[in-house]
């Protein structure tokens, strides 16, 4: 069985189905066909911008025969690449003759542990959070690990179910806010409900931080599916067996876990507290280990792929990776050029695996009609934009002072309840702001960031809640 096509693309996820959709529009009269292992795919709708780099979006899952015209599908899995001679196989032995292949493959969480563990869980797709619905219908205890974006939504969604969160780190949300910022958010989870916003008091602090320094990956593990949308938890009841009295995670800073051991009935954690060495005992129901991603490519090829420290498939500026005429984009692939852009860095996101996948579109389409484009100026800035213990938060730039070295200051405003707004200073200029709360400032301080104003004659000012900042630089 052979099949011939101008573009395959692989991979049903946000990356997969941007790259697809934008051959489409590119290259109306060329084939475009999907691969895809699922006939449920996700694309993005009710695009708004919420700055010129920024963007806010909901995720849809929907059928794959749904998808625009002149996107052809199979629902398959590659198995093997023969890019010399331009052809890919699937599982089933269908041979696809392709001119150009796209690899937007996604990921798969990397569990901790060897992986056997009946009673630890990762969250991926949906089926990974029917799995979590089920257990927690009779669950009175549940550990989190991890300290990222789904340990983060987890402490906060989970209810009913006592919920023990163990972080390696000092401060809760450690991969996307700072210390300060964790503190904020933990106050005001304590307080909702009691807040008088007309007595919030602001302060203003100038302070040097050092950086935080990325620590080593362990364990990988690899499971299926299309990573969930933004907001998944609204559309699941995660709720325990316990009492529906809320309260707050048990967080257990600075902790990693010794051993781990599966009895009849629980899961036995032996903790260890960096600390001062102590060690601590927890039963639970189960454990979700919320611990990272890692990039899926369980196909082979006749060239081997080259493939960066963390596993992701090396893509140039392109999306090009070192086999000819295959690209990749999303969660799967890593940006080589990541470490050499001033504002812009790669995290596993959707914002990045939507660009990546329209980027990589739009070079394959180039490379057909022999034109030269210039990468997309989406890649000159990071900013996500997401929600975190129920508040709105934007990251720009080098928000953590990733990449900045002890080189910088940090200028903080905080109004109890309502706002955390971080600027990342070096020289006097801005390199990276987390905004947390509605603070409007997402656009403005884009601006400061790629106009790389001075800001050195303003002083503490640029965050006197008094001077309407956004007025003062437009
Ligand atoms: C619980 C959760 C919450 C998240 N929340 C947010 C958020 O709020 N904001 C945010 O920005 N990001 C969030 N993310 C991250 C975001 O979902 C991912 O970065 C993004 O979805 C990656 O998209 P992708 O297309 O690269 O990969 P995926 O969505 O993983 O898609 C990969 C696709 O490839 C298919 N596939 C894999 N191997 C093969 C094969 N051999 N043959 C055929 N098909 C194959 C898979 O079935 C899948 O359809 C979240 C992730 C998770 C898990
Ligand atoms: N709101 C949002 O934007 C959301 C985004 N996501 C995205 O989905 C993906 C998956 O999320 P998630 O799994 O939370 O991944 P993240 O990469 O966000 O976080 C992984 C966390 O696990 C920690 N970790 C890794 N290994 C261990 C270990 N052996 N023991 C203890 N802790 C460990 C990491 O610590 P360290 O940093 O020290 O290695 C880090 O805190 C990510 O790309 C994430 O950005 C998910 C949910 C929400």
């Known amino acids: 069985m052979t099949r011939d096509c101008t573009f395959l693309v692989v991979g049903g996820g946000i990356a997969g189905v941007s790259c697809a959709e934008t051959l489409a529009i590119c290259c109306p009269t060329e084939s475009v066909l999907l691969l895809t292992e699922s006939s449920i795919v996700k694309s993005v709708t009710n695009l708004v911008p919420v700055?010129?780099?920024?963007?806010?979006?909901?995720?849809?899952?929907?059928?794959?025969?749904?998808?625009?015209?002149?996107?052809?599908?199979?629902?398959?899995?590659?198995?093997h690449i023969a890019s010399k001679e331009h052809w890919a196989r699937t599982k089933s032995g269908l041979v696809v003759k392709y001119r150009y292949l796209c690899l937007c493959t996604g990921g798969a969480p990397k569990l901790f542990?060897?992986?056997?563990?009946?009673?630890?869980?990762?969250?991926?797709?949906?089926?990974?959070?029917?799995?979590?619905?089920?257990?927690?219908?009779?669950?009175?205890?549940?550990?989190?690990?991890?300290?990222?974006?789904?340990?983060?939504?987890?402490?906060?969604?989970?209810?009913?179910?006592?919920?023990?969160?163990?972080?390696?780190?000092?401060?809760?949300?450690?991969?996307?806010?700072?210390?300060?910022?964790?503190?904020?958010?933990q106050l005001a989870n304590k307080e909702t409900g009691l807040l008088d916003t007309t007595t919030a008091s602001t302060a203003i602090k100038r302070m040097r931080y050092d950086e935080m320094l990325p620590r080593a990956q362990e364990q990988q593990q690899i499971k299926r599916g299309a990573a969930l949308g933004p907001d998944w938890h609204r559309s699941y009841d995660l709720s325990g067996a316990g009492s529906s009295v809320r309260s707050?995670?048990?967080?257990?800073?600075?902790?990693?876990?010794?051993?781990?051991?599966?009895?009849?009935?629980?899961?036995?954690?032996?903790?260890?507290?960096?600390?001062?060495?102590?060690?601590?005992?927890?039963?639970?129901?189960?454990?979700?280990?919320?611990?990272?991603?890692?990039?899926?490519?369980?196909?082979?090829?006749?060239?081997?792929?080259?493939?960066?420290e963390d596993g992701g498939l090396l893509v140039d500026e392109m999306m090009l990776t070192n086999l000819s005429d295959v690209y990749a984009a999303g969660d799967v692939c890593t940006a080589a050029w990541s470490a050499a852009s001033k504002h812009w860095f790669q995290m596993?996101?959707?914002?990045?695996?939507?660009?990546?996948?329209?980027?990589?579109?739009?070079?394959?389409?180039?490379?057909?009609?022999?034109?030269?484009?210039?990468?997309?100026?989406?890649?000159?800035?990071?900013g996500h934009v997401t929600q975190l213990f129920g508040f709105p938060v934007v990251l720009l730039g080098r928000y953590n002072g990733q990449g900045l070295g002890r080189d910088y200051e940090l200028l903080v405003r905080c109004t109890r309840n309502k706002e955390y707004i971080k600027f990342v200073?070096?020289?006097g200029r801005l390199r990276g702001a987390i905004l947390i709360g509605d603070t409007d400032l997402a656009e403005t301080c884009e601006n400061l960031i790629l106009n790389g104003t001075d800001l050195e004659p303003y002083g503490d000012d640029i965050l006197n809640p008094d001077i309407d900042i956004e007025d003062y630089f437009d």
């Open 51 to 79: 700055a010129r780099y920024l963007h806010k979006f909901d995720v849809r899952e929907k059928n794959v025969t749904e998808l625009r015209a002149g996107i052809a599908h199979i629902v398959d899995q590659l198995e």
């Open 113 to 185: 542990g060897p992986g056997q563990e009946e009673r630890i869980i990762g969250i991926r797709d949906t089926d990974s959070v029917l799995e979590l619905q089920r257990r927690l219908a009779s669950a009175k205890d549940v550990v989190i690990l991890g300290n990222g974006g789904i340990a983060s939504e987890l402490a906060h969604e989970l209810q009913s179910v006592n919920v023990h969160w163990v972080i390696r780190d000092d401060h809760i949300s450690a991969t996307f806010v700072d210390v300060g910022a964790a503190e904020f958010f």
């Open 248 to 308: 707050l995670p048990k967080i257990y800073s600075k902790t990693h876990i010794e051993k781990l051991e599966e009895l009849p009935d629980a899961l036995r954690i032996t903790l260890k507290h960096d600390d001062d060495d102590s060690i601590e005992q927890l039963s639970c129901d189960f454990m979700v280990s919320a611990t990272g991603v890692q990039p899926r490519h369980d196909y082979t090829s006749d060239v081997p792929l080259q493939l960066a």
């Open 348 to 382: 596993r996101l959707w914002t990045q695996a939507r660009q990546m996948g329209a980027m990589a579109g739009r070079s394959m389409a180039a490379a057909l009609e022999n034109e030269t484009i210039y990468q997309d100026f989406c890649f000159e800035l990071f």
């Open 425 to 427: 200073l070096q020289n």
